[in-house]
């Protein structure tokens, strides 16, 4: 039964991820070809444009960093209930413990898929609206 959890576990954070990964690309497909990572590269970027370019990077990483962290507590506060699951003296709470891991855990992968798109999508129009200005 655990193995069922952590298997289903592990295929939403995969599902997630590789979500992600095609809005990601998505988004990025409509960039042109002269980024702001090369114009970082060039002597005659404004400072306060390679400023911003590094503050929005460091806000990413740091908000990829607090969704990690909530993941991890997420995890931990699942094993903790999973393995009071066995001290279950009756059929009854220990359906009533496994329904409750369960809904805990789809309840909090739905609120961290959601609160990951809308910081993507966030950063990603920081990103963009940061690479318009730089080609004008």
Known sequence: MMDQI??????????????????????TQDLPSHSP?????SADWPGSMRKRWIDLTLEALNKHRESLDAMYKTALQTLE??????????????????????????????????????????????????ARKTDA
């Open 37 to 41: 990572m090369a114009a970082a590269l």
């Open 81 to 130: 209930k999973s393995f009071r699951i066995s001290e279950a003296r009756s059929s009854e709470e220990f359906v009533r413990a496994i329904s409750a891991v369960w809904q805990n855990l789809f309840e909090a992968l739905k609120s961290q898929s959601e609160a990951q798109f809308q910081e993507f999508q966030s950063l990603a129009e920081k990103f963009l609206d940061m």
């Open 6 to 27: 952590y298997e289903l576990s592990r295929k939403a954070a995969e599902s997630s991820l590789q979500m992600q990964q095609a809005m990601f690309k998505h988004w």
